[in-house]
């Protein structure tokens, strides 16, 4: 479950990533989700910077909690 839940957080990580990467360069235009979608509008620049830390959360959390023995 841990290997799961960081690899979603990879995957957001790299959309976050890849979003900045568009609208800096242009580059990667189909790859990014929140270009897409409607809802965010002119605001992509801002959904990157959080999907990346977003991202980069999910990622460390499991490492984060500790079992009870």
């Known amino acids: 479950m841990k290997k799961l839940i960081e690899a979603v957080g990879l995957v957001i990580l790299l959309q976050g ?3 900045l990467v568009h ?3 242009g580059w990667l235009r ?3 989700l929140a270009r897409h979608m409607d809802l965010f509008g002119d605001r992509a620049l801002f ?3 959080v999907l990346i830390v977003t991202g980069f959360a999910i990622m460390i959390a499991p490492g984060a909690v ?3 023995s």
């Open 23 to 25: 609208e800096w360069t």
């Open 66 to 68: 500790r079992k009870k």
């Open 17 to 19: 990533v890849g979003g």
């Open 47 to 49: 959904v990157s910077v």
């Open 30 to 32: 189909l790859w990014t």
